[in-house]
């Protein structure tokens, strides 16, 4: 059984940087998925930060791709997030995902517990 | 971007009652791209759906998708107790950036 445990700061200065890790168990890091971070908050619901392959590659929401850098260390087999210059509007849920695409059908299929982080001014 | 407009913003029903939700997208999705979840207050996510009608492991039958383009649909065919939640569409595969509905609460009438 796949499991995502996270960990990282829940409150975070405005204008600092966000740093969220997530770590997996049960299963391989190098294996055939994306890992993704998710938020989710009141006013935008659930949106999707950006994903990360074993290889190193990676993809990002174009809303957010100036700020974010999503990172992989195979070796501590966890994923990592950080997002800079925060403000009031990035104060959500954070979320590690694992993407599924076994037999052509795509998901989300494994989460972690979720980190509420608040930017305090 | 592949937005995701789910109706209706809430749906009220008691134990037993049919859930229909609809997901309707502004371009077209793949069909093996569309999945469905299910969130309760303080839970993560929850896989039920992928590929628009394939049930993730362990859950019940009385959860059916079904849709094609830019039209799909999660049935709940009898609610349980349990399943008074929100549920969110998304689309995974299709076009970057992955994208999610804004949801729908099933909420006990």
């Known amino acids: 059984q796949v499991q995502l445990q996270q960990s990282g700061p829940g409150l975070v200065k405005a204008s600092g940087t966000l740093s969220l890790t997530c770590a997996v168990s049960?299963?391989?890091?190098?294996?055939?998925?994306?890992w993704s971070w998710v938020r989710h908050s009141p006013g935008k619901g659930l949106e999707w930060i950006g994903e990360?392959?074993?290889?190193?590659?990676?993809n990002y929401n174009p809303s957010l791709k100036s700020r974010v850098t999503i990172s992989i260390d195979k070796s501590k087999s966890q994923i990592s997030l950080k997002l800079t210059s925060i403000t009031a509007a990035d104060t959500a849920i954070y979320y590690c995902?694992?993407?599924?695409?076994?037999?052509?059908?795509?998901?989300?299929?494994?989460w972690g517990q979720g980190t509420l982080v608040t930017v305090s001014s | 971007e592949i937005v995701l407009t789910q109706s209706p913003g809430t749906l009220s029903l008691s134990p037993g009652e049919r859930a229909t939700l609809s997901c309707r997208a502004n371009?077209?999705?793949?069909?093996?791209?569309l999945a469905w979840y299910q969130q309760k207050p303080g839970q993560a996510p929850r896989l039920l759906i992928s590929?628009?009608?394939r049930r993730a492991t362990g859950i019940p039958d009385r959860f059916s998708g079904s849709g094609s383009g830019t039209d799909f649909t999660l049935t709940i065919s009898r609610l349980e107790p349990e399943d008074f939640a929100v549920y969110y569409c998304?689309?995974?595969?299709?076009?970057?950036?992955?994208?999610f509905g804004q949801g729908t609460k099933v909420e006990i009438k």
């Open positions: 995902a694992r993407g599924d695409y076994s037999d052509n059908y795509w998901g989300f299929d494994y």
């Open positions: 049960g299963g391989s890091i190098s294996s055939s998925n994306w």
């Open positions: 990360v392959y074993h290889s190193g590659g990676t």
């Open positions: 371009k077209t999705v793949l069909y093996h791209h």
């Open positions: 590929g628009a009608s």
């Open positions: 998304q689309q995974y595969g299709s076009l970057l950036p992955w994208t």
